[in-house]
């Protein structure tokens, strides 16, 4: 391993096939739920090569007839950047096959080693095709939900850097969302409560989230329109979590309180 190689590569220097060959595998170690090493210390690409990782893994998805239904950010918070020790602003995409009903049961079998973390989801009204000002956000969106997601790397011992996380989806395995409500105007300091059978697992503040969460909204339109995605209507931005993310067991009732917003909750299953 020679993390001083990491940042060296340039696209040029790393073929197509590499990155359609590193997708294979962290889409493979996602669908049969197997650990792998990080990547870049064998493989040292770049953040903008690990983007085109995450794109290739995901088209693999949309091929199996997996359908894109929004984006998540990651370490959005500095309780997130702390514990995984990554501190740059990520997302990564999300598709159908990743929605898990709320108030359902959620199947440990299938995950490697899942932790979940409390979120906003937001639901967008309009196309999102340009960067938005924090002004602007609240004009694109139809609402916000509590939300969790349920994050799931691919890498041994959930251990990684900021390229061979954002390769891996950002840790996508899951999301569980609960009732959108219409008004946005107070979301950046509401109470956050996570509970594991109504002991609280996570406390925090929506003000965690980049000061207002309506701020993911506009890092999202950012990076969208950077690489030229179109948000359509009816997509879900997952602001990322308040708090840092608890790992879960089978025999669980999971749930998280939103000041104002309400509750989502799940349950575990082996
Ligand atoms: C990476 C994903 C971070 C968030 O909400 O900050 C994230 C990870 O922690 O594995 O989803
Ligand atoms: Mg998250």
């Not at 199996?64 to 929004?70: D, H, L, Q, T």
Request: hydrophobic share 45%; with cysteine.
């Amino acid at each position: 391993m020679n993390p001083g190689t990491w940042h060296l590569t340039d696209v040029a220097s790393m073929p197509g096939t590499d990155i359609a060959a590193l997708a294979q595998l962290l889409d493979s170690a996602a669908r049969e739920r197997g650990e792998i090493d990080p990547l870049t210390p064998q493989h040292g690409f770049n953040l903008e090569q690990a983007y085109a990782i995450q794109h290739a893994s995901i088209a693999l998805r949309h091929a199996r007839g997996e359908k894109p239904v929004g984006v998540k950010l990651g370490f959005t918070s500095r309780a997130k950047m702390i514990q995984m020790g990554v501190d740059s602003l990520i997302w990564g995409l999300l598709t159908d096959a990743m929605l898990y009903e709320e108030g359902g049961v959620v199947s440990l079998s299938d995950f490697i080693h899942p932790r979940v973390e409390p979120e906003l989801c937001f639901l967008t009204s309009r196309a999102i095709d340009r960067p938005l000002t924090l002004l602007e956000a609240a004009g694109y969106l139809a609402g916000v939900a509590p939300a969790m997601e349920i994050i799931d790397s691919r890498y041994r011992n959930f251990k990684f850097g900021l390229e061979d996380v954002v390769a891996d989806n950002c840790s996508s395995a899951g999301v569980v969302v609960g009732e959108f409500c219409a008004d946005l105007s107070r979301l950046n300091n509401l109470g956050v409560t996570m509970r594991f059978n109504g002991r609280p697992v996570a406390l925090g503040s929506t003000g965690a989230i980049l000061g207002n969460p309506l701020r993911s909204v506009v890092q999202a339109s950012q990076l969208a329109s950077d690489c030229g995605m179109v948000l359509p209507a009816g997509s879900l931005i997952m602001a990322g979590a308040a708090t840092a993310a608890e790992a879960f067991k089978p025999g669980l009732h999971v749930s998280v309180d939103i000041g104002g917003l309400g509750r989502a909750e799940f349950l575990t299953g082996g």
